[in-house]
């Protein structure tokens, strides 16, 4: 079975501009998590998808959001960036059931200069 | 609100010796789910072990082995006969019966396995 794919693995950007990160979830998995990782403030959560909707929304600010298609599939996207948002994104799948382990992709490097 | 502490910030050992990481949670929710995963270089999360707040029976994995306390909120880590491979970033994590997909991450140990 094939893992959590995320695309690209590494993007440099400039502060202003946009982002737009993809995450394909292991075959059967609707449940797609989204955390950003940073050497001063470690793995945060970011916000999960299930069957399109956002059920769990962590604190961020509104420049990033994201989707989900209707294969799962997910996207998010950062808009106006910041020298701040510089970090690791990882991308996380889980089968339904309560508690189930998330399985992460090998992440997205951003840099933003 | 959760927390995880993961004391230890960085543990440096000889291959073949035993070590143990640290893993302190908070949370007033009855029902909750507790994890660790390890980070190697290439940055992916693998998957250790889950554990929830009914069970608290010790698991061991061959070199691995987990002591869950819920007297004392502790979830602790051994790795018995460290080996050079076992070196990577370990993250302690928690979630609640409520939003079973949002996982509450500890800081991470870095854990070094000298030859």
């Known amino acids: 079975k094939a893992g959590v794919t995320q695309t690209p693995r590494y993007l440099i950007k400039t502060r202003g501009q946009q982002v737009t990160l993809s995450c394909s979830p292991i075959?059967?998995?609707?449940?797609v998590s989204w955390y950003q990782q940073t050497p001063g403030q470690g793995l945060q959560f970011l916000f999960e998808?299930?069957?399109?909707?956002?059920?769990n929304k962590g604190n961020f600010p509104g420049r990033f959001s994201g989707r989900q298609f209707s294969n799962s599939r997910s996207e998010m996207n950062v808009s106006t960036l910041e020298l701040g948002d510089s970090a690791l994104y990882l991308c996380a799948s889980s089968p339904l059931g309560r508690g189930t382990e998330a399985f992460f992709g090998q992440g997205t490097r951003l840099t933003v200069v | 609100a959760q927390k995880v502490t993961q004391a230890q910030t960085e543990i440096s050992v000889v291959e073949k010796e035993d070590v143990t990481l640290d893993c302190v949670y908070e949370?007033?929710?009855?029902?909750?789910?507790l994890f660790w995963y390890k980070q190697p270089p290439s940055g992916e999360l693998v998957f250790l072990i889950r554990r929830n707040s009914f069970d608290e029976q010790n698991e061991i994995s061959g070199r691995y082995s987990w002591n869950f306390q819920k007297s004392t909120s502790s979830f602790n880590f051994t790795i018995t006969a460290s080996q050079v491979v076992d070196s990577a970033v370990y993250f302690c994590?928690?979630?609640?019966?409520?939003?079973?997909?949002?996982?509450?991450f500890g800081k991470g140990t870095l854990l070094t396995v000298n030859p």
């Open positions: 998808y299930f069957s399109e909707t956002q059920r």
């Open positions: 994590a928690l979630s609640v019966g409520g939003s079973n997909y949002k996982l509450t």
């Open positions: 075959s059967g998995h609707r449940s």
């Open positions: 949370t007033r929710d009855t029902t909750y789910y």
